[in-house]
């Protein structure tokens, strides 16, 4: 959608995230969860190799998580993931070319 | 500018709301897809644990005779004598006590005055329960109130008797419960005299009402065609210090709750209108009854592991000619783990542990039952280590990847894929050893976990 007051353009893309990435996120989600009970259990039983490498596997995937969500977000399109935005100008300028 | 900054932060706390409930919801639903058993009752139990109709290993053959009803250590002194000579018993019977007493004056870990006390002190109801008499007796009367309720005897579907029978061995302290049919040739021959030089007393089926007790015979009755076998838990903080007397003391623990367990159930059986026969290692072997009620799987331990509580169990009978309905043995894949862990083979001090790849008939000496495949072990390497560790060692029952607490899901996670996919045997094998799992925690540090400002560890 492009709007325009005069002098201004702006342009509003609105994507809707494809199903896989609810899978993944929701298997991260999974694992996360299943990291985090499995470290707090562990140090409950006194098992503190078991807490110690099930909290850092959680860090781990926490930190890789948060990292992939910050790095989609800048993307416009999924799958681009040079994180370019196309320049609302240029687009209007396409469509009056058109 | 100030509205959007609003919106945009009710946006994020709901979306983050939205992934807390997700977690949640996941969580729940895998619980429930593996059918997670967080509290180890046997009310509920996971969804991966088969009922099978014979049992997966420990069927008797024809060959299978009723056991002597010597204990390890009736069967280790002669052989003691004949291996290594004349008074090397006693030599060594009298070595481990002054080891022992030293250990005290030096405050060893594990064996200090409050170690072995801490054994000692667990033995109690356990040594005042002698078979046939006492706690264990077979004939007590029940407790009854002045209306005499009992001589009517309560009559129910044999479903509703076992779910009753199982109800009242729960609330006196069981964990694991199955009803399994009496087989004869799993009851001993004789229950050993105190006094070795007497003869042992035979044990003996007749057709008679009630149990009797004598002092040349014990009598089971033939219509006790039921047996309750119980499996209640070690304290597996104790026992993580074995082998030390801290470890005892959880094998203790384990023994004199049994006698509990089983004289308080036998008593409510007998106030129903039936007999009933109280039992814990004495009388019959404890194993093969558990595992034809489903209790567990016979292992490479040669001994029963239960898919809650690994083999850190204490198990215990009742006979009663109380009808109830028979549970199946189970199936959860553990003898294919066996073949392929090996675990507790390499952890045990003694190398009392089979390493075969596959269970065989051959036994390893007297102290073995022939007539049923198993892993047999070597109980005289085993409780020759006993006397030279000044403890019943235990290391085999916490090597054994069963062996956990069930607060973590994921365990619950394993075991199922264990269960359904025994290509992952090897995986959960190698996952054991990488996270640390059955290895001997320090005896001190136990002390310091259950005084008032304890961490755990």
Same mark, same amino acid.
């Given at each position: 959608?492009?709007?325009?007051?005069?002098?201004?353009?702006?342009?509003?893309?609105?994507? +809707?995230?494809?199903?896989?990435?609810?899978?993944?996120?929701?298997?991260?989600?999974?694992?996360?969860?299943?990291?985090?009970?499995?470290?707090?259990?562990?140090?409950?039983?006194?098992?503190?190799? @078991?807490?110690?490498?099930?909290?850092? @596997?959680?860090?781990?995937?926490?930190?890789?998580?948060?990292?992939?969500?910050?790095?989609?977000?800048?993307?416009? +399109?999924?799958?681009?993931?040079?994180?370019?935005? +196309?320049?609302?100008?240029?687009?209007?300028?396409?469509?009056?070319?058109? | 500018?100030?509205?959007?900054?609003?919106?945009?932060?009710?946006?994020?706390?709901?979306?983050?709301?939205?992934?807390?409930?997700?977690?949640?919801?996941?969580?729940?639903?895998?619980?429930?897809?593996?059918?997670?058993?967080?509290?180890?009752?046997?009310?509920?139990?996971?969804?991966?644990?088969?009922?099978?109709?014979?049992?997966?290993?420990?069927?008797?053959?024809?060959?299978?005779?009723?056991?002597?009803?010597?204990?390890? &250590?009736?069967?280790?002194?002669?052989?003691?004598?004949?291996?290594?000579?004349?008074?090397? &018993?006693?030599?060594?019977?009298?070595?481990?006590?002054?080891?022992?007493?030293?250990?005290?004056?030096?405050?060893?870990?594990? =064996?200090?005055?409050?170690?072995?006390?801490?054994?000692?002190?667990?033995?109690?109801?356990?040594?005042?329960?002698?078979?046939?008499?006492?706690?264990?007796?077979?004939?007590?009367?029940?407790?009854?109130?002045?209306?005499?309720?009992?001589?009517?005897?309560?009559? !129910?579907?044999?479903?509703? /008797?076992?779910?009753?029978?199982?109800?009242?061995?729960?609330?006196?302290?069981?964990?694991?419960?199955?009803?399994?049919?009496?087989?004869?040739?799993?009851?001993?021959?004789?229950?050993?005299?105190?006094?070795?030089?007497?003869?042992?007393?035979?044990?003996?089926?007749?057709?008679?009402?009630?149990?009797?007790?004598?002092?040349?015979?014990?009598?089971?009755?033939?219509?006790?065609?039921?047996?309750? !076998?119980?499996?209640?838990?070690?304290?597996?903080?104790?026992?993580?210090?074995?082998?030390?007397?801290?470890?005892?003391?959880?094998?203790?623990?384990?023994?004199?709750?049994?006698?509990?367990?089983?004289?308080?159930?036998?008593?409510?059986?007998?106030?129903?209108?039936?007999?009933?026969?109280?039992?814990?290692?004495?009388?019959?072997?404890?194993?093969? &009854?558990?595992?034809?009620?489903?209790?567990?799987?016979?292992?490479?331990?040669?001994?029963?592991?239960?898919?809650?509580?690994?083999?850190?169990?204490?198990?215990?009978?009742?006979?009663?000619? #109380?009808?109830? !309905?028979?549970?199946?043995?189970?199936?959860?894949?553990?003898?294919?783990?066996?073949?392929?862990?090996?675990?507790?083979?390499?952890?045990?001090?003694?190398?009392?542990?089979? =390493?075969?790849?596959?269970?065989?008939?051959?036994?390893?000496?007297?102290? $073995?039952?022939?007539?049923?495949?198993?892993?047999?072990?070597?109980?005289?390497?085993? =409780?020759?280590?006993?006397?030279?560790?000044?403890?019943?060692?235990?290391?085999? #029952?916490?090597?054994?990847?069963?062996?956990?607490?069930?607060?973590?899901?994921?365990?619950?996670?394993?075991?199922?894929?264990?269960?359904?996919?025994?290509?992952?045997?090897?995986? =959960?094998?190698? /996952?054991?050893?990488?996270?640390?799992?059955?290895?001997?925690?320090?005896?001190?540090?136990?002390?310091? $976990? $259950?005084?008032?400002?304890?961490?755990?560890?």
């Amino acid at each position: 959608m492009t709007m325009t007051n005069g002098t201004d353009v702006f342009t509003i893309t609105i994507r +809707k995230r494809p199903w896989w990435f609810w899978a993944v996120a929701g298997l991260w989600l999974l694992l996360e969860l299943l990291l985090l009970q499995t470290a707090w259990a562990s140090v409950d039983e006194g098992e503190i190799r @078991a807490a110690t490498i099930s909290g850092i @596997a959680f860090v781990v995937m926490a930190a890789a998580g948060v990292f992939g969500w910050l790095r989609r977000g800048r993307s416009q +399109k999924f799958g681009d993931s040079s994180g370019q935005l +196309k320049d609302a100008a240029t687009s209007v300028e396409d469509q009056e070319q058109d | 500018m100030e509205d959007r900054r609003k919106q945009s932060g009710r946006r994020a706390f709901l979306k983050a709301g939205g992934f807390v409930a997700a977690s949640g919801a996941l969580g729940s639903l895998g619980a429930l897809v593996i059918g997670a058993d967080t509290g180890g009752s046997q009310r509920k139990r996971s969804r991966w644990i088969k009922t099978v109709d014979r049992p997966t290993l420990g069927e008797t053959t024809a060959d299978y005779k009723r056991f002597s009803g010597k204990d390890i &250590f009736s069967i280790y002194m002669p052989l003691k004598t004949q291996r290594d000579g004349a008074g090397s &018993f006693e030599a060594e019977q009298a070595s481990k006590a002054k080891r022992l007493a030293e250990w005290i004056s030096e405050g060893k870990p594990g =064996f200090s005055l409050p170690d072995q006390q801490l054994s000692v002190g667990a033995w109690t109801v356990m040594h005042s329960a002698r078979p046939g008499t006492g706690l264990l007796s077979w004939t007590r009367p029940p407790v009854r109130t002045p209306a005499e309720p009992a001589a009517q005897r309560y009559k !129910a579907s044999p479903e509703d /008797m076992a779910n009753t029978v199982k109800a009242a061995a729960r609330l006196y302290g069981a964990r694991l419960v199955g009803i399994a049919p009496m087989n004869e040739s799993y009851v001993n021959q004789q229950v050993p005299r105190e006094d070795e030089k007497q003869k042992d007393i035979d044990i003996v089926f007749e057709d008679v009402d009630v149990p009797a007790v004598t002092d040349t015979k014990f009598v089971i009755p033939r219509k006790m065609k039921w047996v309750v !076998a119980i499996a209640i838990p070690m304290d597996l903080e104790l026992l993580s210090r074995a082998p030390t007397a801290l470890g005892d003391a959880a094998s203790a623990l384990g023994y004199s709750h049994s006698a509990f367990v089983v004289s308080s159930l036998a008593v409510f059986i007998r106030g129903l209108g039936y007999e009933a026969i109280p039992c814990v290692n004495d009388t019959a072997q404890s194993i093969p &009854f558990a595992v034809d009620a489903g209790v567990g799987e016979l292992s490479r331990l040669n001994k029963l592991v239960t898919p809650e509580f690994g083999p850190a169990v204490r198990l215990c009978k009742v006979f009663t000619d #109380l009808p109830m !309905a028979y549970d199946k043995p189970i199936n959860f894949g553990l003898v294919e783990f066996c073949k392929t862990c090996k675990k507790c083979a390499e952890a045990c001090p003694s190398r009392a542990l089979s =390493f075969d790849g596959e269970p065989s008939f051959q036994t390893k000496g007297p102290w $073995n039952n022939p007539g049923h495949k198993a892993w047999y072990e070597d109980s005289y390497k085993c =409780f020759q280590y006993w006397q030279k560790s000044g403890s019943a060692c235990g290391v085999c #029952l916490v090597s054994c990847p069963y062996t956990k607490g069930n607060q973590a899901w994921i365990h619950e996670g394993a075991k199922a894929a264990v269960s359904v996919a025994p290509a992952t045997d090897g995986v =959960f094998r190698i /996952m054991d050893n990488a996270l640390g799992y059955g290895k001997q925690r320090d005896p001190e540090q136990w002390w310091k $976990n $259950n005084s008032s400002s304890g961490r755990r560890g």
